[in-house]
């Protein structure tokens, strides 16, 4: 990116900026999301697009009838689209999605769908997020990253925040290790995830209950911005995981 | 807060702003930081004033001496800081502190410290957010929320985020549950902690290398300003904790 655009990203310098997306409706199997965002978002170059995963699923038609009257048959579904149950409590499951990702009931979610049916996991969100991210090119000209987020839930920490689970153009994981901090030590093991960063601060102007789906975050520091970074880095090994 | 405030707080209607803090300097313990804070922090009424965790165990003295010669002296202190170690690997101790915080090395921290001594955990850091809180309205009379972060990493997730560990003036955890999505449904569970994205969202404008120790987040719902939510609300009870 140029760097000299950077004074038009973020009005004062290093200011960084949340909008929320308005007007994108109810979104509906096949529909065109690349061009409603292209339209409804107020996109600059070198913003970051965070996009939901309930309409990205929508679009893509990953909606299964589900029996809401059987509290179990969410469960099943969990385990169907799952390779791996950490654990259980009731009908509650954690498992591993074939992702790699760990989460509640698979992501399997039931708010903001019609009765009777369910929105699952896009198949691969990072290629979700690069569809976004080319469409939206094609459609405005103008060049963005986008993040796929979803609502997780954490290991010790109560309530749940917004990550990254499809990442196109932006920094999954900003490995710092070789620079040094202010003080000029060398920084060891400071890997952030600045996806799963963005992704939590475009929650903060969703709100659950309003119905926006997607948000503007204007003004990330453009080194962050990759052309070949993908979500599925951010998912940690099992064998490295001292936690799985 | 007064709902014809929040016109003046976000330019546009349900945009966020994260604004880093410049100036703040080098912090010794017994330095004013509410003062300090005062003085350099764009604040206005109603903003979220996130500093790190490093200065404000800088200020209040949290500092022991470290042999950097002897890889374990680190894990040995982190120990010492702890309730129960939950992992270890090589040197690296995934503990819980007396806090209930499960963080790699009890939060014990080298980095942007002078060397020879590590920087502890704020005793309870709640009362230190608090405090600052308390202290920057004595001194420059404007109402904000405090919340003193630091960088964790998560199992299952690459990288580490800024989550908070306190929390003054904010809800740490919103429970939506009772509340309706947008097609009218019940939402179930949904207990959101949004003190943990605001926290990820400053880190985005402060870097670990610059030096920058705080930011302010202006914009944030007014809904979500609370006298008595703390921190350690956030920590979920063991007895409750799938993975502990």
């Known amino acids: 990116m140029d760097p000299a655009a950077r004074v038009d990203l973020a009005p004062e310098s290093g200011t960084l900026q949340v909008l929320p ?8 199997p096949g529909d065109d999301l690349a061009g409603i965002l292209a339209s409804c978002a107020p996109l600059r170059h070198g ?3 965070v996009v939901t995963q309930k309409v990205v699923s929508k679009a893509e ?3 299964v009838p589900v029996d ?3 509290p179990a048959a969410r469960r099943r579904l969990a385990e169907s689209e799952s390779v791996r149950v950490l654990r259980r409590r009731g009908d509650l499951v954690i498992t ?3 992702h790699g990702f760990v989460c509640a009931n698979a992501g399997v979610d039931m708010s903001n769908v019609a009765h009777g049916w ?7 969100p990072d290629r979700s997020a690069r569809r976004l991210r080319d469409g939206i090119r094609a459609r405005s000209g103008v060049e963005v990253a986008v993040i796929v987020s979803d609502t997780f839930g954490r290991a010790w920490r109560q309530g749940v925040t917004d990550i990254a689970i499809g990442c196109a153009g932006v920094a999954a994981v900003v490995d710092l290790r070789g620079e040094h901090d202010a003080l000029g030590r060398p920084l060891v093991a400071t890997e952030i995830c600045v996806a799963d ?5 475009a929650d903060l102007v ?5 119905g926006i789906a997607a948000a503007v975050v204007r003004g990330v520091d453009p080194a962050l911005f990759r052309r070949s970074s993908v979500a599925a880095e951010i998912v940690r090994s099992p064998a490295e995981d001292l936690f799985r």
């Not at 997306?21 to 509906?28: A, N, R």
């Not at 369910?118 to 691969?124: G, I, K, Q, R």
């Not at 960063?197 to 601060?201: L, Q, V």
């Not at 969703?206 to 309003?210: E, H, I, Q, V």
């Open 96 to 98: 591993e999605t074939r």
């Open 21 to 28: 997306v308005h007007g994108i409706g109810e979104i509906s």
């Open 61 to 63: 038609g990953r909606l």
């Open 118 to 124: 369910a929105a699952l996991l896009p198949v691969d």
């Open 47 to 49: 913003d970051v697009l």
């Open 206 to 210: 969703m709100g659950k209950a309003t």
């Open 197 to 201: 960063e963005i992704a939590g601060a």
């Open 68 to 70: 809401e009257s059987d």
